[in-house]
């Protein structure tokens, strides 16, 4: 039991925090992007940053994806680490290029001799009836490309930590931040969006998932706002005699094999639980990285549940049917126990 | 003023009833989000942009539009689609999320599509002028004597699909008018901060098609330039490109607090509100008395507010059907 | 035995008779792309259609992938059933938006009212040193996005059939051939480019899976250029005493679950071979659907065989280890089943 | 012509230098591609893009560059890297796809990364165009007196990265020279039917700077138009672009049969080659002797014999080092 009284941030404010310290360690550090100076960024991720650091560094853009994220590529070439904003990650359709085949394999192409220091953050998800371009998560579709470190906290902490590591990274990293795991004041109310954080710059390093909560009967794996509703899922299960330990997996590359093994060794049971479409995504990765690293410790099938390949509905039913939630992720994990 | 008067009143009653209906979704938008604002709860959640101070833009270009006419618009699409005349019915209830809805619920605000008449919009800046090219390229094809409208805010003309669409219809010389609203900001960022030049009409050099400036929010300038544009696309002449300086009177969606524009720079677009200066001058010129004008407010009133009880008393779609329509 | 002289066909002309006699039959079916006209595409794909049906129907047009794909889309809202060449699937970060938040996604967004019927073609694959950013199959990032049928021929027979199917579809079909499976004088020789083709049109439906070869002991299910290699890979095993069975899925979208829950119900075991990146793709859908739809079946746990996560490297010894190719196929196969 | 003598004799040495490492790798590119041609076969396997005759416009550029500028260049980039004083050595490996290469056999020809000097190129149409822009803004804000040179063709001009990319660097007043080599032809397609205006430099008052057309396939009239655009660049005035008017004289690609162009068009590039015209005009004027300009000449094989010796006598990457460099 502790008698300090711990600072309490919400998830966005830990990342304007994160990126503010990063600009006052490194004077090569900037930002760019789409309303993300007077505005603070749709969703406050650079909220601050203008008024203490000024236009030079933190640089509003026209709605010219290709050329600015290119522009931060080619800045990052030449000496800064810019930090840019692709407002929602479903924008990706108009600016992939520089992405996958610029930011994503410079470094390659050069065989090493040159790296590209960038951190790409975007906003992802659902669940507050934005439809079907403002609305879905993708990561499946950027960690399948090679050259990106795909990073997506779902707390406070984490993203603070996740980004300053981020920042410092010398590779292009993509941090993708859930609406829904912000705290922000004009969505659904999260009470695991605040969390304590502390004062100072920290590192969360990449690549290491966190077990959210210990369990014995069943591995939850998921990402982002998932693992809140895993955590709620785990609960009702609890409720229901199952014990069930949730992995919060953070980063999908590099994505923690290690964690994912040590812990269905311990449940011998895997449920994976995605926003992201179905086929061809995260849930069939996860699964299979599972039956490879610990086959022969799984009592059943990885089971996955996610949303189904359908575009996201607008209306509220629909949307809620696709997206999973404590409901049907406890259901999913109870019949994968029970059968 | 050499415009037929029923095309002036036409203009006048669109515009009475956009502006009505966006102040009554504006209303209903605050349903359910109160005391606590929750953007994912009321009775219409999620984003939902209004076009209040834009209805020139719209109803200028309505009375050149012929049956077959395409349109395409933006994440601001209200007033265009009204104008355009596609169901308000069916339009209110999509914005509602009903199964009566034009996407049946799927598509939401940013994504209302309809065939007759041709109307589609898109959350993705710019990505809208492609489209209607091709709208513009099966017309010709087809030996339609019809012409697409793209519609796009100040801040699409700085995306890449902007500068593409103009130069395949300049190039392929399609029938297709572009307008641009140049409500002087892409949500926070002025169009000072977003373009190197101060009028997009100025690009349409870069396509060697004519470009077109309107420097009033005003129905009567809009429905000049485009009507030439419209005719000049109908004739076999090519795509135009026209610029209207116009006002977006509230903030960029419902809910935005819109600190980044000045008190003043609000006042006067209020003070310059199209809603209130356009009937003033019909009566003034004697095209319209007090109580005409009265009428066709009442008329639009009660279309709007059967369109709105329309969608009210829609039922939800199942939320099994979120798994129809991914394939024809 | 038949005593019919069949007229054989490479796999690019059974492409370019696809469409010119779909063109022929159907008024609405025009071509755009970057030198499809005169040069007849860079793959051939539409050899001689220009001399045939004239500039209005055969379309060369500026590099302007977003503008040309965007106005296939609305011409195809409007009245027309155009066919829309990427010279590359590489290219696919310069117009991806358009492709699958409009192409893909508008017919959901209408609630069924509207369709898209066009066909998007687009060449894929690496293995002749055309290095990172003209090398990809990326159908895995295709697949993982709802609203578009994901096509990948391996023969012309089926090529032609798919096309005339994918053609006369309602909805927008993503039609990917492999520039190894083309039969092109430019590239390596391939006997297996070049095979019987009726000459009168005929459809190929989309969504079923060919048992390339019969086989016992292991399926080795993948597409396009590897279901040749796979069946390479199966004469090295059967000299080794294996029985393979190659699958070929033709189709990602739809995937064809029942035959490969019935190949994997006789061979008990299953190795995905794929040429796109293993991880978030391909290879982990497959064997999860496999485990999902016949797990009782399977004796090991599915084996997955791909260019792992790197971008395709130029250099001929660099880009052939990377590849899959028969012997790296026979090897996994043969790890698979002697463990 | 107040050009320096040293000027005039380094843009005809490296002119040399890049036709004469063109026509080695031309020939080269043919080893092991016969009796029958197979693009995955030989010495140098893969697509082949190469410059000859659009010299002037990579030489033209190159006296006015300072330590710590940087280049972007295209999927047809050698005479640009060599006119830059890219490492000839490493690139030419690269190009055999050899450790010793710029990318360790990595990138490939396509894919040359350099840094010192910087250098960087890409497959896709118009995408090195931001990355300019990046640079640039590096520059201006590390106060760096250095400019960023982006390369791209007349195709490239149609492609939406163009659009913000100069709108961006006329926003921003970037150090950046855009410089359009117009060859007239984006593989098969010719720019009448690509471009819906005649001449790109044009489009520049879609942006608000400086555009100039350069009809001369000639390196001092670049030299003079990239000068004054670089001064200014350097000087902090912002971007300019040019166009300059040049010939591809071989195919798009090394194995195209270049059917699309007609044989008075290829015939009237040959007659008008600068290969010839611009050494016989140094002669014709005395600036240059001939036995100088054979001197030139001789040590321009020389140096692209040696860096051939140099890539032919490299080991090949291990296979498993493709695995190396995904992450720093
Ligand atoms: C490609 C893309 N980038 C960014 C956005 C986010 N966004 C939505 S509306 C908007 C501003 C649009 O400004 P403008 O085009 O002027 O239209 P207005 O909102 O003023 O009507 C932005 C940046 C988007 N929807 N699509
Ligand atoms: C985005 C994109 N689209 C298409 C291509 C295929 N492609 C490669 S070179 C080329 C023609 C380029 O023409 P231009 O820009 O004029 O350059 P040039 O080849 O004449 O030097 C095309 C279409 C590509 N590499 N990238
Ligand atoms: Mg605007
Ligand atoms: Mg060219």
Chains 1, 3 share one sequence.
């Not at chain 1, 969505?187 to 710059?201: F, I, K, W």
């Not at chain 2, 006419?69 to 355009?84: C, E, M």
């Not at chain 2, 209130?276 to 066709?296: A, C, I, N």
Request: charged share 20%; hydrophobic share 45%; aromatic share 8%.
């Amino acid at each position: 039991m502790t008698t300090l009284v711990e600072r309490k941030l919400t998830t966005q404010k830990a990342i304007a925090e994160a990126i503010a310290q990063e600009m006052e360690r490194d004077d090569r550090v900037l930002v760019m992007g789409e309303d993300i100076g007077v505005y603070g960024g749709i969703f406050g991720a650079t909220e601050g940053l203008l008024d203490r650091f000024g236009p030079d560094r933190v640089i509003d853009t026209p709605i010219s994806e290709t050329g600015f994220i290119g522009a931060a590529v080619g800045a990052a070439l030449h000496g800064l680490r810019p930090i840019a904003e692709l407002m929602f990650v479903d924008f990706f359709g108009v600016c992939m290029d520089q992405i996958y085949n610029h930011m994503a394999k410079i470094h390659y192409f050069s065989g090493g001799a040159i790296s590209v220091p960038m951190v790409l953050t975007t906003a992802v998800g659902g669940g507050y009836s934005d439809a079907g371009q403002h609305s879905q998560t993708l990561w499946g579709t950027f960690a399948h490309l090679p050259g990106m470190k795909v990073v997506i906290p779902s707390n406070p902490y984490d993203a603070k930590g996740l980004m300053i590591s981020a920042i410092r990274d010398d590779n292009p990293v993509l941090y993708m931040f859930h609406k829904g795991v912000l705290g922000l004041g004009w969505m659904t109310h999260n009470p695991r969006a605040t969390g304590s954080v502390p004062e100072e710059a920290y590192t969360v390093p990449l690549g290491e998932a966190a077990v959210a909560r210990e369990g014995t009967d069943v591995t939850i794996a998921t990402v982002g706002l998932s693992v809140h509703r895993a955590l709620d899922a785990a609960d009702l299960l609890a409720g229901d005699g199952i014990s069930a330990e949730v992995l919060d997996l953070r980063t999908l590359v590099p994505l923690d094999k290690t964690a994912l093994a040590d812990s269905v060794r311990k449940t011998h049971r895997l449920l994976v639980v995605d926003e992201d479409y179905r086929s061809f995504g995260m849930t069939a990765e996860v699964a299979m990285t599972a039956i490879e690293e610990a086959f022969d410790h799984l009592d059943a099938a990885p089971a996955r549940l996610a949303v189904p390949d359908v575009p996201i509905p607008y209306s509220r039913p629909l949307e809620q049917f696709v997206l999973p939630d404590p409901e049907s992720i406890a259901a999913s994990a109870t019949s994968l126990i029970r059968g | 003023m050499a415009i037929p008067k029923e095309h002036l009143v036409a203009m006048c009653s669109t515009m009475f009833k956009i502006r009505y209906f966006e102040e009554q979704i504006r209303q209903i938008y605050t349903e359910g989000k109160s005391p606590v604002f929750d953007i994912a709860a009321g009775t219409i959640p999620g984003e939902m942009h209004l076009a209040a101070g834009q209805e020139p833009v719209a109803v200028g270009v309505m009375p050149h539009l012929q049956p077959g006419d395409a349109i395409t618009a933006t994440h601001r699409p209200h007033h265009v689609a009204i104008a355009q005349g596609v169901d308000l019915n069916e339009m209110t209830a999509e914005i509602f999320g009903k199964s009566t809805g034009l996407g049946k619920g799927k598509g939401g605000h940013m994504h209302l599509f309809s065939t007759d008449p041709s109307f589609g919009c898109s959350g993705i800046i710019a990505e809208g002028m492609p489209t209607a090219c091709g709208a513009g390229l099966a017309f010709k094809r087809l030996g339609q004597n019809n012409v697409a409208i793209s519609f796009f805010g100040e801040g699409a003309a700085n995306q890449g699909a902007f500068h593409e669409s103009l130069n395949l219809a300049a190039l392929w010389e399609l029938p297709v008018v572009f307008i641009c609203e140049d409500n002087a900001f892409a949500i926070s960022v002025p169009k000072t901060a977003s373009t190197a030049i101060a009028d997009n009409s100025d690009r349409a050099s870069a396509y060697g098609i004519p470009g077109v400036l309107v420097t009033d929010n005003d129905p009567v300038a809009v429905y000049e330039v485009a009507g030439e544009a419209i005719r000049r696309a109908r004739a076999g002449e090519g795509p135009s490109l026209i610029e209207v300086k116009t006002d977006r009177l509230w903030g960029h969606f419902e809910g935005d607090a819109d600190a980044y524009r000045a008190d003043d720079f609000k006042q006067a677009m209020l003070d310059r509100d199209p809603i209130q200066t356009f009937p003033q001058r019909l009566v003034e010129e004697g095209l319209l008395t007090e109580s005409e004008v009265e009428r066709l407010r009442a008329e639009a009133t009660e279309q709007v507010d059967a369109a709105i009880e329309f969608a009210r008393s829609s039922p939800f779609p199942e939320p099994e059907d979120a798994l129809l329509h991914v394939f024809a």
